[in-house]
């Protein structure tokens, strides 16, 4: 019995030591700078946008203050080490199209460092 304790308590502290270095990635990472670079307010359209970045993450619809229903594309990354967690890369892109599928405005956040 002692030693299958022993045995269990080894394998459990194995386990959490690996789980603490996992290393973890959600989304596809992508290049902020060369989005704000080439897109254009007015201009751009969602197939381009497509062709720069990938499928979004999520989509959905925002409703502004005036009433107007814009398309939302949002784009996420995040990559780290659960070990790490302070030294996780985080980014977020959010796009607003009109019914027409042009970009009317975009927002990103990262964290600052």
């Not at 299958?4 to 596809?28: D, E, K, M, P, Y």
């Not at 989005?35 to 307010?41: A, E, H, L, T, Y």
């Not at 197939?47 to 989509?59: D, I």
Request: net charge positive; aromatic share 10%.
């Amino acid at each position: 019995m002692k030693a299958t304790l022993r045995t269990l308590f080894i394998c459990l502290s194995l386990l959490l030591a690996a789980c603490s270095a996992t290393a973890f990635h959600v989304g596809n990472n992508f290049d902020l700078q060369a989005f704000s670079n080439k897109v254009v307010r007015g201009t751009t359209s969602q197939a381009e946008v497509r062709s720069w970045l990938g499928a979004p993450s999520s989509t959905g619809v925002r409703v502004e203050t005036d009433g107007a229903r814009l398309e939302e594309w949002t784009y996420y990354f995040a990559s780290g080490t659960l070990s790490n967690l302070s030294g996780t890369e985080l980014k977020s892109l959010q796009i607003k199209y009109d019914p027409r599928g042009i970009v009317q405005g975009y927002n990103w956040s990262i964290p600052a460092h």
